[in-house]
């Protein structure tokens, strides 16, 4: 596996990854254009499409129906340089008609189990994990 990143001018950088480019900038106020995310986000969307493809793809082996599968990632920064995630939390919010049980038995495989972005990142700092179907919270055990 690999990604190359091309600087193209000011803050600005290519990103190669699997056949697609993303473009890499810095906010303006850090000397970039604002022309593309920066590298912290991207890290909170691997962790949010690694365990958001794990359920997906676990819910549709169950036979699940949903009409909304929406994953937020939610960190905060350390005040102190370097300033690194001190906690992320993964809220889950699918609507349709999903038995909770196998949503709850989705979610645990993908924390649990499969997914590395957060195997890794949860050797960092804790990795909580919040489900919703349709409105209401469903318990999970800590992991």
């Known amino acids: 596996m690999q990604t190359v990143l091309t600087h193209t001018a000011g803050m600005a950088f290519d990103l190669k990854v699997d056949g697609h480019t993303i473009p890499l900038d810095a906010a303006p106020e850090h ?3 604002d022309s593309g995310p920066r590298p912290k986000p991207l890290l909170l969307a691997a962790l949010g499409g690694c365990t958001g493809m794990d359920v997906a793809s676990i819910l549709a082996k169950m036979r ?4 909304k599968l929406e994953v937020r990632v939610d960190a905060e920064l350390t005040d102190e340089h370097p300033r ?8 889950f919010d ?3 008609d999903v038995r909770p049980d196998r949503l709850q038995r989705a979610v645990l495989l993908s924390r649990d189990q ?6 890794m990142l949860k050797a960092h700092a804790p990795v909580i994990v919040k489900v919703f179907l349709n409105g209401e919270e469903l318990a999970l055990p800590a992991g």
């Open 31 to 33: 000397g970039g254009q």
């Open 64 to 67: 699940q129906s949903w009409t």
């Open 84 to 91: 690194v995630f001190r906690d992320f939390t993964v809220v």
């Open 94 to 96: 699918v609507e349709g």
């Open 114 to 119: 499969y997914c590395g972005v957060s195997a």
